[in-house]
């Protein structure tokens, strides 16, 4: 099946600092890409949608600029954690589609953030 | 929001047993769809069912769909120790265009051996 990657798998960094997770799609142009959040033993919240070449749509109630989420190619989106804060500490996942994914919904096997 | 619920939230259960875990949602779909998570992983896409589909098979895994109830069940049959996972369902809604699906809480299935 299609493969999505994301980088790094986890990451520690300090209060007020900036992060960036790159999500990838490795055999298929992901026309689509989406970016949810997952607290311990909970669901995945959706934080975003990003379409290639045009601006995130946020779900309500996420700070868009305090994430920010970059899809500049077919196979890469980013999302930046900017002054990150303890509260931020969370599981990050993001799933891809495309044209030639079959309707079908990637994901990629998520990242862990620590704010210390 | 999430406008998935999911019962049982656990579910433990031996090796050879099967088992069913239920989701119920709240608005119209596209199409309803489950996802494997082994802690601290990704999701596992695991079977899609179109909201014109009422039952659909995929080795061991069985899932139903009823629009009119806004429910789905998965079926897991002869459960083995690997199965141990969370399970969600996710709904794709027809007010919403993209594909943003919307997930429910989850079963945390526990298969003893």
């Known amino acids: 099946g299609a493969v999505v990657s994301q980088h790094p798998s986890w990451v520690i960094c300090k209060s007020g600092t900036s992060v960036k997770i790159e999500c990838r799609s490795l055999d298929f142009q992901a026309t689509t890409m989406f970016w949810y959040r997952q607290f311990p033993k909970q669901s995945l919240m959706l934080m975003a949608t990003?379409?290639?070449?045009?601006?995130?749509?946020?779900e309500q109630g996420v700070e868009k600029d305090k994430f920010l989420i970059n899809h500049a190619s077919l196979t890469l989106s980013t999302l930046t954690v900017t002054s990150a804060h303890p509260e931020d500490s969370s599981f990050y996942i993001c799933?891809?589609?495309?044209?030639?994914?079959?309707?079908?919904?990637?994901f990629g096997e998520g990242s862990w953030l620590t704010v210390v | 929001s999430q406008q998935g619920e999911e019962d049982p939230q656990a579910l433990s259960i031996q090796e050879g047993e099967n088992a069913t875990m239920n989701c119920s949602y709240k608005t119209s779909i596209n199409n309803l769809q489950w996802y494997r998570q082994n802690s601290g992983r990704g999701l596992v896409h695991l079977i899609l069912?179109?909201?014109?589909?009422r039952e659909k098979h995929s080795g061991r895994l069985r899932v139903t769909l009823d629009t009119s109830k806004k429910s789905s069940s998965l079926l897991i049959t002869a459960s083995r120790a690997a199965d141990t996972a969370s399970y969600f369902c996710?709904?794709?809604?027809?007010?919403?265009?993209?594909?943003?699906?919307?997930f429910g809480e989850g079963t945390q299935l526990t298969v003893n051996p």
């Open positions: 799933s891809a589609m495309g044209p030639h994914s079959g309707n079908t919904i990637y």
């Open positions: 996710a709904t794709d809604a027809k007010e919403t265009s993209g594909s943003r699906l919307t």
């Open positions: 069912i179109r909201s014109n589909e």
């Open positions: 990003s379409n290639e070449g045009s601006k995130a749509t946020y």
